[in-house]
C-alpha cells in the first residue's frame, strides 16, 4: 500500500484539477448592498449544463474514513463539482487528472476550513474527506439527465493510506 502525506491546499499547486474556492488577500471584491456587503464574484468556473444539465445546490454531511485508506476514486463527465465547508474545519482532498486513472499520479490536499474546491470536469477525486465527524458541506453540482458518475476502484495493492 503507497503512503501519502497531504500538503497544503493552494490555487496554483491545485489548477490542474480546478480551482481553490476562498477569498484571500489578493481578492477584489465587488461592493454592493449600498455598501453593507462586499461580493467576492464568480470563485470557480461552474460547469453544469452539458446535456441539458443544470445546477443543484445540496448539503452533504460526511464522516471521517477509519481508518484514511483510500480504495474508490470517482469522476464527472457531465459536470464540475464543488465542495465548501460550512462547519471551519479542515478536510483532506485527494484528486488525479483527468483520463485513465492512475494511481501514481494521486495528489493529496489539506484544506482549511475557510477553503472550497471546484473539481474540473472528469477530474478523479475521492468522495468527501471530513477530519471531523458530522462535517457539512455545500456542494454545487450537475442534476439533469445522462450519467455523470464513473467509478475506479483500487486493486488492493494501489490503495493509498494518508499519513498525517
Request: proline letters at 9%; a negative charge; one cysteine or more.
Given at each position: 500500500?503507497?503512503?501519502?502525506a497531504p500538503q497544503p491546499l493552494t490555487a496554483a499547486a491545485f489548477a490542474p484539477?480546478?480551482?481553490?474556492?476562498?477569498?484571500?488577500?489578493?481578492?477584489?471584491?465587488?461592493?454592493?448592498?449600498?455598501?453593507?456587503?462586499?461580493?467576492?464574484?464568480?470563485?470557480?468556473?461552474?460547469?453544469?449544463?452539458?446535456?441539458?444539465?443544470?445546477?443543484?445546490?445540496?448539503?452533504?454531511?460526511?464522516?471521517?474514513?477509519?481508518?484514511?485508506?483510500?480504495?474508490?476514486?470517482?469522476?464527472?463527465?457531465?459536470?464540475?463539482?464543488?465542495?465548501?465547508?460550512?462547519?471551519?474545519?479542515?478536510?483532506?482532498?485527494?484528486?488525479?487528472?483527468a483520463g485513465a486513472f492512475d494511481p501514481a499520479a494521486v495528489r493529496i490536499f489539506?484544506?482549511?476550513?475557510?477553503?472550497?474546491?471546484?473539481?474540473?470536469?472528469?477530474?478523479?477525486?475521492?468522495?468527501?474527506?471530513?477530519?471531523?465527524?458530522?462535517?457539512?458541506?455545500?456542494?454545487?453540482?450537475?442534476?439533469?439527465?445522462?450519467?455523470?458518475?464513473?467509478?475506479?476502484?483500487?486493486?488492493?495493492?494501489?490503495?493509498?493510506?494518508i499519513d498525517g
Amino acid at each position: 500500500m503507497k503512503r501519502i502525506a497531504p500538503q497544503p491546499l493552494t490555487a496554483a499547486a491545485f489548477a490542474p484539477f480546478g480551482e481553490v474556492i476562498e477569498v484571500d488577500a489578493g481578492a477584489q471584491p465587488l461592493v454592493i448592498n449600498r455598501g453593507q456587503t462586499l461580493r467576492f464574484h464568480d470563485l470557480a468556473a461552474i460547469d453544469v449544463e452539458a446535456g441539458g444539465g443544470r445546477p443543484a445546490l445540496s448539503v452533504f454531511r460526511g464522516e471521517p474514513l477509519d481508518p484514511c485508506v483510500l480504495a474508490i476514486f470517482e469522476r464527472h463527465p457531465l459536470g464540475s463539482q464543488a465542495f465548501v465547508p460550512l462547519d471551519g474545519n479542515p478536510y483532506l482532498v485527494a484528486v488525479a487528472p483527468a483520463g485513465a486513472f492512475d494511481p501514481a499520479a494521486v495528489r493529496i490536499f489539506r484544506a482549511t476550513g475557510r477553503q472550497g474546491v471546484n473539481y474540473r470536469r472528469n477530474v478523479w477525486h475521492h468522495f468527501l474527506l471530513p477530519l471531523t465527524s458530522g462535517a457539512h458541506f455545500l456542494v454545487i453540482d450537475r442534476e439533469g439527465p445522462g450519467v455523470n458518475l464513473d467509478e475506479h476502484e483500487l486493486p488492493l495493492a494501489d490503495r493509498i493510506a494518508i499519513d498525517g
